[in-house]
């Protein structure tokens, strides 16, 4: 059942990984996508044209979301597209892990620029062209409940994120828009696959209630829901979905 029809979905960061199960998905049910990239131009039209084989209605949209200016022509740039927004899932996001030592202020600043201004940002931008009766789902990390070495800038950004969820819960509420976040655990994407051993990987399978890792796909399904009019009565919340990760 194609339940998103007619709506506007933007999914930054969806060239790949879990942005792109999200915008295949979405496309699925019937809402016309954004692709957002930042310089993968030639994967995020791989997702269109995928989209486009399968009926559904896509564009790509480069824009960099660590600069308020990238933000902007986002939104500007898909309401040229489609008319309006109904739909803003902030998956971009950026992790450089390092121990507290040999982390440079660049390292720093990269991340907070796209993970926690981005968002932010986006979420100002949908506050001003999204449909009331929207939707926005920003994107965390079940890291946080962990004590895991040189992921301390990370998982502040992630921090971050769960708390502008929280407080722009009733900002959005008038305009019966909700806004919450997913805290995906370990995911079998390039972004975690990255300089990880197979012992390594092994061990953090051996972290979660089902011994395996999540596919792109467990948290495209749980976006379905929380973009969904069933999810109406959740909003500032931080959904771990993470198989009983610890």
Known sequence: MKHLKGKVAIITGSSRGIGRSIAEQLADLGAKVVINYS???????????????KGGEAVA????LSMVSGVESLFTKTIEAFGKVDILINNAGLMITK?????????????FAVNVKGTFFACQ????YMEDQGR?????????????????VYTGTKGA????TRQLAKEFGPKQITINAVAPGPVNTELFNVGKTEQQIEGIKKMNAFGRL??????ANVIEFLV??????VTGQTLRVNGGFI
């Open 161 to 164: 994120i769960e708390q502008f």
């Open 125 to 128: 931008q949908a506050m001003k």
């Open 99 to 111: 121990p507290l030592a040999e982390v440079t202020e660049a390292d720093f600043d990269k991340q």
């Open 136 to 152: 926005i789902v920003n994107f965390s990390t079940s890291v946080v409940g962990q004590m895991f070495p040189a992921y301390s």
């Open 61 to 64: 949209i480069r824009a960099d």
């Open 39 to 53: 310089s993968s131009s030639g994967k995020a039209e791989d997702v269109v044209e995928g989209i486009h084989q």
């Open 214 to 219: 999540g596919e792109t796909e467990d948290i």
């Open 228 to 233: 969904s009019e069933k999810s109406q009565w």
